[in-house]
């Protein structure tokens, strides 16, 4: 039997805010997706407006948390390791979301 240590998995905090922050963009992306189904100035309308900026501000503080769990707890090595352009990718692709995630929120409340 093989042992396992920690280093070798992400912690389930790590695994939680990475799920929490999926739902969360796509509730955002749906919200403001579905307030054209509704009439202007409609109750309805204004409700969707409304979680749209809140599950924003959601994803904003949570992707602090989550970069804060990110470097207390680095992500595990990949086994077999990747080729060094695959991983520069990834590294890139990681830092996109980072930002947006980040300027995404912060550009709805300069709109705002």
Sequence with gaps: ????TSANHYSRLSIALHWLMLVLLAAVYACIELRGLFPKDSAER???????????????VLVWLRLAVRLL??????????PAWQTG??????LALY???IGLPLAGWLIL
């Design 1 to 4: 039997m093989v042992s396992s």
């Design 46 to 60: 204004n409700l969707m407006k409304d979680l749209h900026f809140m599950l924003g501000l959601s994803v904003f």
């Design 73 to 82: 707890r680095p992500a595990p090595p990949i086994v077999p390791k990747p």
């Design 89 to 94: 990718l990834a590294h890139l692709m990681h």
């Design 99 to 101: 930002l947006l995630m």
